[in-house]
């Protein structure tokens, strides 16, 4: 049967956001990495990354929403800003700060095999908050996803408990403010697509990260005589990370979240094979076995939760047609009675 000439065109576009959003995300990962390195551009200053990344995009958001108006505010209260997005802003920083630490002590590769724990992360800190009903089953699953982690990480052959700890705690921070996110906003109805968090969110992030730059990098930068902002490096590397948040915005709008979850799977194995052949870290069978295992692991939670989200809409497509046979019986029963009293 031949393909119509309107789905091979979806087709074709939906891989194309696929594909974007890879090499986006690649390249943000790899850039950064280059950057702070201390083999390779040898700038170790993760904040002073992250606080140019966030006002790099929050003046793109604010330009977007503001000034050209192709998207459009969410209407928020100053007292839903202090006690929803403030706290937000507080874990994204805490997040990111952490995650762009981690590269200045471990090898891409193996924070991508770390990275892995995030869905354990998320159920955890769900149970905790009560978002998440604790079951024994999706508990076993979390884990076995932990168990391959720690096997990659045994099998580590440029191990840094520095680093791991960093990124943990990256990991922990980003789960915490993806709960946060569904109690503070989801549950109140307000949706923020990625150019309206940069826009909420980013100026919040450079405000927190500026207490620990001054205390932590500022000294070093200001006492560093030959330090110079280079504005190509940089520029491009904001440019990227802009970008890869536009890409998220068109891959979820246009797709769907569990496209976005195969394409991350896609491009974490692209990037170890590219940590492995073109940066030269090592990738030991044991990185390889761990990581197989957690990304089993993660494949099945993944495929539980689609196969939840599937049972649930056809819960509800259930009581809508229930709920309408309901109205459609009212109505024939007012006009019989409308027809018998005349």
Same mark, same amino acid.
């Given at each position: ?10 087709? #074709? ?6 594909? #974007? ?28 990354? *992250?606080?140019?990344?966030?006002? %790099?995009?929050?003046? $793109?958001?604010? =330009? =977007? ?68 009903? %604790? ?29 791991? *700890? ?13 709960? $946060?996110?569904?109690? $503070? ?43 110079? $902002? ?13 970008? =890869? ?9 246009? *797709? ?87």
């Amino acid at each position: 049967m031949a393909i119509s000439d309107g789905v091979l065109k979806k087709i #074709i576009i939906s891989y194309s956001y696929v594909a #974007i959003w890879i090499f986006l995300s690649f390249t943000v990962i790899v850039y950064n990495k280059y950057i702070l390195d201390r083999k390779m551009y040898n700038w170790p200053y993760p904040i002073s990354l *992250t606080m140019i990344h966030m006002a %790099f995009c929050s003046s $793109l958001a604010y =330009l =977007l929403v503001r000034v050209f108006k192709l998207v459009e505010p969410v209407s928020m209260s100053r007292e839903l800003y202090l006690r929803s997005v403030v706290p937000i802003g507080l874990l994204y920083s805490l997040s990111l700060w952490f995650s762009n630490s981690a590269y200045i002590f471990l090898s891409v590769s193996f924070i991508q095999m770390l990275k892995a724990l995030m869905p354990v992360a998320v159920y955890s800190i769900g149970v905790v908050f009560k978002k998440e009903t %604790f079951k024994s089953e999706v508990m076993a699953n979390m884990v076995s996803i932990s168990l391959g982690v720690a096997v990659a990480a045994y099998g580590e052959a440029q191990f840094d408990a520095w680093g791991v *700890t960093l990124q943990l705690l990256a990991v922990a921070f980003e789960a915490t403010r993806l709960v $946060l996110i569904q109690i $503070l906003l989801n549950s109140k109805g307000i949706s923020l697509n990625p150019i309206t968090s940069l826009y909420y969110i980013a100026p919040c992030c450079l405000v927190f990260l500026s207490i620990p730059w001054l205390i932590m990098e500022y000294p070093s930068l200001r006492d560093n005589s030959s330090f110079h $902002l280079d504005f190509v490096i940089f520029g491009t590397n904001s440019t990227c990370a802009f970008a =890869l948040n536009l890409a998220v915005f068109l891959l979820v709008g246009k *797709t769907s979240a569990l496209t976005m979850n195969v394409a991350g799977v896609v491009k974490d194995w692209l990037l170890i094979a590219f940590s492995w052949s073109v940066i030269k870290d090592t990738v030991t069978p044991l990185n390889l076995i761990g990581y197989g295992l957690a990304f089993l692991g993660v494949a099945y939670y993944n495929h539980s939760k689609l196969q939840a989200l599937k049972a649930s809409e056809v819960q509800k497509k259930a009581q809508q047609a229930d709920e309408e046979a309901g109205r459609l019986l009212e109505e024939r029963d007012e006009e019989r009675k409308n027809e018998n009293q005349n």
